[in-house]
């Protein structure tokens, strides 16, 4: 499975951006797709994933009514609309590919490139 993740960029707080990320390869349909970001110096943290089939979906705490994940499956492209950013959103965001509805950055092993938010105060 190969991702491709775009979108990021310098936003005001309060301020919104929309993260894309492409998969191609496998069949992606029986995967989740999940969202992950990690700031300088800290470790990748789980921020939101979703299930291709379905569309079931897990949000970090950190992000709930903020931040909406969603697909689009003619596409094979999934979404991180993020609203209402704070200065503690900047962080590079990956996306990533796994079996599982998971948390946890090990269960997945596909991981598109990051792409970088920044979120001025």
């Known amino acids: 499975v190969q991702l491709q993740a775009s979108g990021g960029g310098l936003v005001q707080a309060g301020g919104s951006l929309r993260l894309s990320c492409a998969a191609s390869?496998?069949?992606?349909?029986?995967?989740?797709m999940g969202w992950f970001r990690q700031a300088t110096g800290k470790e990748r943290d789980f921020v939101a994933a979703i299930r291709w089939s379905g569309g079931s979906t897990l949000y970090a705490d950190s992000v709930k009514g903020r931040f909406t994940i969603s697909s689009d499956n003619a596409k094979n492209t999934v979404y991180l609309q993020m609203n209402s950013l704070k200065p503690e959103d900047t962080a590079v965001y990956y996306c990533?590919?796994?079996?599982?509805?998971?948390?946890?950055?090990?269960?997945?092993?596909?991981w598109g490139q990051g792409t970088l938010v920044t979120v001025s105060s």
């Open positions: 390869g496998r069949t992606v349909s029986n995967f989740v």
């Open positions: 990533a590919s796994s079996g599982i509805l998971a948390t946890i950055p090990t269960v997945y092993p596909y």
